[in-house]
């Protein structure tokens, strides 16, 4: 095909070609590149949380891509607007046999509230999850164990929306129902049991850690930080930052290093929760200063609280309540909420959605105030 005097000149007159074809892929690679971004907008772009004051570059930044995708559950959410009462309906107290906790609810928001309740716990099995296949005659009964859980679950609920209004309604209206942790499971994802300890070839506080496991993060840090700082209000610190310190570590003002691992553990707990870096609640350059920390480490102090009084009041009492199955595998002992049960990875469950504005019956535990 090429005429041989071509073949000829080639070999007579050497060139480089490589030299110019790498330039001109390289430049012509970036303006593609560029021309992409410019027409397509850029996929690593990010916006920032000011979590400090100006100047100091106390911030977070999030990928846009991960802060602006919808978490898919706050679509499927039940929800359903009250039925504003006028003041003559009769009460669910004066009509139903044993309604403990709903009492001074109207008939019609009372099934409205039984109906979402169906919704957000046992969507498959509908009112016999907790009310057994009998007649609406039957309903009264305590007879299943699913009621009994229940009722008290709304009393916590309630007791959540009224008493930690500080955590649950920290930046605007938001607040917890069913949902928040259920999320239309008869068992919410993220519950605890303890675990410790997690090794049988030691004792004492070495069979407490050195084992990757859900509640140490996959770390080798203790795996007895939820169960130590989130059922009993014990000091969350770290050991002094003097190099001697003077003082037994067994005593309890006396951080010791067993201590300070189980701290970093329940932290690498808080931030996989949130979905969060360390900086968000605290300035970096002093982890253990209160005094400069940002305004969300407040919120997660009454998280830790709030929590704290959920597992002691509320969920641990109810271990005699639960069957077996529902026990934990290692003490059977029953089993409990904390930050990941609610947040499940977000910064705010359910990305800050207000699930409470239609449920005044489940933010007091007096007569529900109607808007
Ligand atoms: C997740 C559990 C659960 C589900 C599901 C549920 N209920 Fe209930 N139900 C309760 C609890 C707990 C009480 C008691 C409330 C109280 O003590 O204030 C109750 C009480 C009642 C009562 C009052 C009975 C009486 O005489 O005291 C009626 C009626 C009722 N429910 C109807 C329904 C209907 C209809 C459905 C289905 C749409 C339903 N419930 C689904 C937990 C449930
Ligand atoms: C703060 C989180 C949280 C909230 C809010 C919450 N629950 Fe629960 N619920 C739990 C935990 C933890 C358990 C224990 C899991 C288990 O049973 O293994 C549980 C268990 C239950 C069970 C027993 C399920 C089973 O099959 O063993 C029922 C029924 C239930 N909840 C109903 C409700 C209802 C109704 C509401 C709203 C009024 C509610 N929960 C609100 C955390 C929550
Ligand atoms: C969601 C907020 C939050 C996140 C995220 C968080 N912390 Fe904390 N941290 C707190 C709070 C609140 C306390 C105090 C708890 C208490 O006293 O009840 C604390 C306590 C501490 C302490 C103890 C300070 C002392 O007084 O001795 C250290 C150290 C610490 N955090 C380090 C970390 C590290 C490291 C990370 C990241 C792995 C982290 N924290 C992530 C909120 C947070
Ligand atoms: C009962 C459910 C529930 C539990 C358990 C819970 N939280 Fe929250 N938390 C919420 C709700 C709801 C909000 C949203 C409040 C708002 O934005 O107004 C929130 C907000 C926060 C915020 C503020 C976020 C922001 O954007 O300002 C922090 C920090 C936080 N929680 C930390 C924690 C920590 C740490 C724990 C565990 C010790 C915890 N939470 C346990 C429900 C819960």
Known sequence: MIPNWFGKWNKENPTNVFGPAILVGVLGGAIFLAALIVTWGNPAQTASLQTGPRGTGMSVPEFNAMRLS??????????EEPYIPDG???LAKDIYKNVQALGNV????FNRVMNAMTQWVAPEQGCAYCHGDGD????GEDNLYTKVVSRRMIQMTQNINENWDGHVNANAEVGVTCYTCHRGQNVPSEIWFNVTPVTEATSGWASVQNRATRISQSTSLPSNALEVYLTEDVPVNVHDLESRVAGVPNDEEVASIQKTE?????????????????????NSRAFYDPGQVTPQWATALLGRQMVIEMNQEYLIPLQDTYPADRLGPLHADAP?????TCHKGYQQP?????????????ATSETP???
């Open 369 to 371: 105030v109607y808007e």
């Open 70 to 79: 919808p978490d898919p559950t706050i679509e499927a959410m039940y929800t």
């Open 136 to 139: 609406l005659e039957t309903y």
């Open 262 to 282: 189980m701290t970093y553990s329940l932290m690498n707990y808080f931030s996989n929760s949130l979905g969060v870096n360390c900086v968000f609640c605290h």
């Open 88 to 90: 003559s309906e009769p």
């Open 336 to 340: 409990k909420a904390a930050c990941k």
């Open 350 to 362: 359910l990305q800050g959605t207000n699930v409470i504005a239609d449920w005044p019956e489940l």
């Open 106 to 109: 109207t008939e019609d928001n």
